[in-house]
């Protein structure tokens, strides 16, 4: 991917808006994907006591802004 802003990197901030971690999947940053997906599901999960409905909006607000803000090392 290139720099910051670039069009890469918004195709995986809008890659996100259906599922957190499949922009990074994108970008080829496989742990950060396993990560935010996992983080998802977990919150999800949460949602039963009550905690996940703050922490869905939390997850996919920062695997968006992640996404787009991915700058490669090269």
């Known amino acids: 991917m290139a720099d910051q802003g670039s069009g890469g990197n918004v195709i995986a901030a809008l890659c996100n808006i259906f599922f957190p971690g499949l922009g990074q999947l994108v970008q080829g940053r496989i742990l950060s994907a396993i990560f935010f997906a996992l983080a998802i599901i977990i919150s999800y999960a949460l949602i039963y006591v009550l905690v996940g409905f703050v922490l869905v909006p939390i997850i ?10 991915y700058r490669s090392r090269s």
């Not at 996919?60 to 803000?69: E, H, M, V």
């Open 60 to 69: 996919y607000l920062w695997s968006i802004i992640d996404a787009a803000r």
